[in-house]
């Protein structure tokens, strides 16, 4: 069965296709619309969802898309050119800057890393972990909650004889970063035998755990008795609601702290006048007798030579937003996520690297 | 002559592709197999190396200190983790398709067995997810704990039993995935048999269950062996669902059936943004060394089925 004019329809139809094409182009680049996408660390993600919505408002032009896949993710992706802001809590290593000397490493906050565990009937008491505890745990030579080296850390607390199930993250990580710093900073032979970085081979130890995120270590010791797990800072809501266990750990001053305010602080007090310009710096076991052992930078990974001139300009324009404190900066956000604003002279170092982007 | 040639052309676009992506896989994870050598499929430790360590020069290859890459964890949880499937699955699909094929009136046959091969069409996401949410904590609760104490006098079911994510988690869910398999291809050819093969066995005082059992089936267990070889193809390359139960084991290998376990396809998507993270790129092509491995593996499998498959056709009965 034939139309009465084939030929005619079909020429109609073309046409009215790339007419269709051709607005739709065209309505594209008339729009302006910046596109930036964020991915990466699990630990910033909650503070980036609360900036986006209030950076929205008062930046119409530019639409930032948030994602938590892990610190990882964030600098293969920024790297790749992927996404225009991966976020990490790890910085890039020194091989990987030699690598990509563009990348720009850029503190936007403070952060702190909790340790976790689920002992029922114990989740109220903070019970007391030193380093190399923690590092006989995750390398299997303290297999029972019962066992001496904890016992003595916590006297007076009725241990359960349970075996011990130490989780650890799956994907690339700047929580595993951090919290394998701590550890090699403390237990000589895991800094010889493992070292620290976003993946490592972690000891194989019986009934261990992987999860992937934040989020997945916090529901994974929820599920599981007997575990324990480090979880970043901003995820402290979660395991508040879950009645999980808190840990308090050993700082260099041999003291036992929790990550509150005062202590991050306190630590970021005595290590930020060690950062270098290019920001590549570990805060990790800061001395003080109240400072906490486990704080980091929250880092923007950033192509210096970032795209097109619209793109670079909306990248800086959102970073100083970010850095400045009546913008991102500001204690209403920081304290949702149990961050710790930037000092000032670290913002300045922040804001020169911010300079830099260029298109 | 011109259409046949645009035919020709299309068509052989399929097998190149096939050839193309072997190719591609071969080439990109050369350097990975030059530097493991055969260590890597006996070897127990897959580790980067020190990541923010400077990368050493080791026999004329960049490597980061300490890297060193063995999957025989991963071979083993895939293979572990197929069987539990393959045994779970096999009875249910053969009882689910005699039950389809005998017991059921022609009118609910064709809604049952819509269902059945509607359980195909399920993402395997999906059966992560459930089995993430359902499966995992009734298992750590309930069914667990009651194995280890009924059945614990047979190594390897004993305490402990873990948190739910493992191997026979990851075993009960791909079997869910692959009973559709079996159930409709089964169910297919006894359906097909000719009526005559059912009427002389009635009339020699048969049963129903003693006709499929004895006459219809023994003479369909090429198809049968096919179908279960196809399941297995399936469930050795099943990604998600085992990623989101197994428990993701690092360089262990599962002391009792409930312990957490890693397949070679689930460790691949979990591990692949770790691996970019390696500047000398020696982790990305070992991931592509297990993918080459797997896709041997895969495609000898589902060969084999379509090879079984391909040389019986079940209405000529020969033997039985």
Known sequence: MYTRHPRRWSKFALLGAVALGLATAGGASAAETGRLLETGSSLLYPLFNIWVPVYSKSHAGVQITTQSTGSGTGISESVSGLAQIGASDAYLSNALEKQHPEMLNIPLAISSQMVNYNLPGLNGEHLRFSGPVLAGIYQGKITKWSDPEIAKLNPGVKLPDNTIVPVHRTDGSGDTFIFTQYLSDTAPDWAKSIAYGTTISWPSVNGALGAEGNQGMVNTVNQTPYSIAYIGISFKGATDQDKLGEAMLENRAGKFVLPTDATVQAAANAMVAKTPKDERVSLIFASGANSYPIINYEYAIIKSNAGDAHTAQDLKTFLRWALNSGGGNAASFMQQVSFVPLPASVRKLSDAQVAKIGG | ?320
Not at chain 2, 76 to 89: D, E, H, K, P, R
Not at chain 2, 203 to 228: H, M, Y
């Open chain 2, 1 to 320: 002559m011109k259409f046949r040639t645009i035919l020709a052309v299309l068509a052989g676009l399929v097998p190149a592709s096939m050839i193309a992506i072997l190719a591609f896989l071969a080439i990109y994870a050369w350097p990975a197999v030059d530097f493991n050598g055969i260590s890597f499929l006996g070897g127990m430790q897959w580790n980067l190396g020190s990541l923010y360590a400077d990368p050493v020069n080791v026999g004329g290859v960049d490597i980061l200190p300490g890297a060193g890459y063995g999957i025989l964890f991963l071979i083993v949880g895939t293979l572990l983790s197929t069987l539990i499937a393959l045994v779970l699955a096999v009875p249910i699909g053969i009882g689910a398709a005699i039950f389809l094929a005998e017991a059921v009136p022609p009118r609910p046959r064709l809604w049952l067995s819509f269902l059945v091969e509607l359980l195909a069409a399920i993402p395997s996401v999906v059966f992560g997810l459930w089995g993430y949410a359902v499966v995992v904590p009734l298992m750590a609760h309930d069914v667990f704990p009651a194995m280890a104490q009924m059945l614990g006098w047979i190594p390897g079911f004993g305490e402990p039993t873990g948190s739910g994510f493992g191997l026979l988690t990851s075993g009960i869910v791909l079997s869910l995935m692959i009973v559709p398999l079996i159930a409709a291809t089964l169910r297919d050819a006894i359906d097909s048999q000719p009526a005559a093969v059912r009427e002389s066995a009635a009339a020699l005082g048969a049963t129903r269950f003693e006709t499929v059992w004895r006459v219809i089936l023994p003479g369909l267990r090429p198809i049968l062996i096919g179908a279960c070889v196809l399941a297995t193809g399936r469930a050795l390359g099943e990604t998600m669902a085992v990623l989101m139960v197994s428990g993701n084991a690092l360089n262990t290998l599962p002391q009792t059936i409930y312990a957490p376990v890693s397949t070679m396809a689930a460790f691949i998507a979990s591990q692949l943004d770790s691996a970019l993270q390696d500047p000398t790129g020696l982790a990305v092509r070992s991931l592509a060394e297990i993918a080459l491995v797997l896709c041997i593996i895969s495609i000898a499998v589902n060969a084999a089925a379509r090879l079984i498959l391909a040389g019986f056709d079940p209405r000529d009965r020969r033997g039985a």
